[in-house]
């Protein structure tokens, strides 16, 4: 299993804004796969009860960008309905 700390989604959301998307690319913006299945990774061991405390930190910094994409998202689709 291949360990993908936050930072790098952090930076991956980073790297997307600086290249400054259009309203539909934020929309459509979806995290590399590595960082999605990472994410399922410790949602699994979550709901099992097995996370270690440096994981906890990773999931919920996973769910903290993931609340801004979707704040962005809105804020996106808000100013194409202007």
Do not use: C, V
């Not at 993908?4 to 400054?20: E, G, V």
């Amino acid at each position: 299993m291949a360990f993908a700390p936050t930072d790098t989604l952090f930076d991956t959301i980073l790297d997307f804004l600086a290249s400054t998307p259009t309203p539909e690319q934020i929309i459509a913006y979806q995290p590399p796969e590595g960082l999605q299945q990472r994410l399922s990774e410790l949602l699994e061991k979550n709901r099992s009860g097995g996370l270690s405390t440096a994981e906890q930190t990773e999931l919920s910094e996973f769910q903290h960008l993931n609340r801004f994409m979707s704040r962005l998202k809105l804020k996106a689709r808000q100013k194409l309905a202007l």
